[in-house]
């Protein structure tokens, strides 16, 4: 989206989670967390690149779920960064309160291989087999719809493939899962390391850079 537009969609998105907020408190049901995740996500990345989004260099666009790699892009000086929202869909439990991402799809950060035993082969991609570009954001929408505040944990596309192939392939490699599934759950302590580490824009290449800095 071209940035005449830029002051525009930031009303729009703070009016639509504004309405979520009071529709969720209302019902005091669940309801469609994935769509606030990516709003949420949205929304804070319009704030963190407000200087080049809004300048004339500067466009965004807004994909969803009509996109399976992607849900937002931002570009600047004819760069891009790609990120992909990921929302709690669990509430915390009583007994732990730290946020959850059920249902994540391990295919993304691993190689899986079913044997005709059944069993799950699962191997680590090349150390050179990522995306410099994309970024994964675990947005904590549970919390948010609480309190209105949301927590943003940033990983690259090759941290993530580190992180949490290891960990599919330490908890599934050589075992049998129901109807074959490959997903699996991200848990507070994979990213907590990771939070607003947001990726900056630079001529040559991408660094991570935490607010404040």
């Keep these: 989206m071209k940035n005449q537009n830029f002051k525009k ?9 504004n309405d979520c907020w009071e529709f969720r408190s209302l019902c005091e049901k669940p309801f469609d967390r994935g769509f606030i995740g990516e709003l949420l996500v949205l929304k804070r990345l319009l704030e963190k690149y407000k200087a080049q989004l809004g300048s004339t260099r500067g466009e965004f666009f807004y994909a969803g779920s009509s996109n399976a790699e992607w849900d937002i892009k931002l570009r600047f000086n004819g760069k891009s960064i790609l990120f992909d929202a990921k929302a709690t869909t669990t509430p915390a439990s009583k007994s732990d309160s730290r946020p959850k991402w059920v249902r994540q799809k391990a295919r993304n950060f691993c190689n899986i291989k079913i044997g005709k035993d059944g069993k799950q082969h699962v191997s680590l991609f090349s150390k050179n087999n990522f995306n ?12 948010w719809l609480e309190n209105r505040h949301a927590n943003y944990y940033i990983l690259s596309d090759k941290e993530a493939k580190s992180i949490f192939g290891k960990k599919y392939k330490k908890d599934h490699d050589g075992k049998i899962r129901r109807n074959d599934t490959a997903d699996f759950h991200v848990e507070y302590n994979d990213v907590k390391n990771f939070k607003d580490r947001y990726p900056k824009f630079q001529a040559t290449k991408l660094r991570h850079k935490k607010i404040g800095e």
Excluded: H, S
């Excluded at 969609?9 to 989670?17: A, Q």
């Excluded at 410099?132 to 919390?143: A, E, K, T």
């Design 9 to 17: 969609w930031g009303r729009l998105i703070k009016k639509v989670l």
């Design 132 to 143: 410099p570009n994309l970024f994964y954001v675990f947005v904590d929408v549970i919390v």
